[in-house]
């Protein structure tokens, strides 16, 4: 089992950048991706980045695209979401999630279930 904690989430206003953090600690040999997901109030979780560990590709769900960045340090311990361009509309709790998957087909990248892990989140508010 891996645990992760989120961190780095505030306020900003409209056109400001924030840089979220999650720490992974635990069986964290057995992480292949990592996923951002957020959750607005009576709004679903969805997906906004992910990132395969083990050879750091990068996939961005298209709402975030060319705004949000997803790293991981060289421990591949630590995943970053460093986000830029902020909207009132990417007001909502992040989370962060780990996945031992193998494999995941992209369709299913930004969907919870694949991932078996999650933190308690962190919240980002943007103001116009």
């Known amino acids: 089992q891996v645990q992760v904690v989120e961190s780095g989430g505030g306020s900003a206003q409209a056109g400001g950048s924030l840089r979220l953090s999650c720490a992974a600690s635990?069986?964290?040999?057995?992480?292949?991706?990592m996923g951002w997901f957020r959750q607005a109030p009576g709004k679903e979780r969805e997906g906004v980045a992910a990132?395969?560990?083990?050879?750091?590709?990068?996939y961005n769900a298209d709402a975030v695209k060319g705004r949000f960045t997803i790293s991981q340090n060289d421990a591949k311990n630590t995943t970053y979401l460093q986000m830029n361009s902020l909207q009132p509309e990417d007001t909502a709790m992040y989370y962060c999630?780990?996945?031992?998957?193998?494999?995941?087909?992209?369709?299913?990248?930004?969907?919870?279930?694949?991932?078996?892990?999650w933190g308690q989140g962190t919240q980002v508010t943007v103001s116009s």
């Open positions: 990132i395969r560990t083990r050879d750091g590709s990068v």
């Open positions: 999630a780990a996945s031992d998957r193998l494999w995941i087909l992209y369709a299913n990248l930004f969907k919870p279930p694949p991932y078996n892990d």
């Open positions: 635990g069986n964290t040999l057995s992480m292949n991706y």
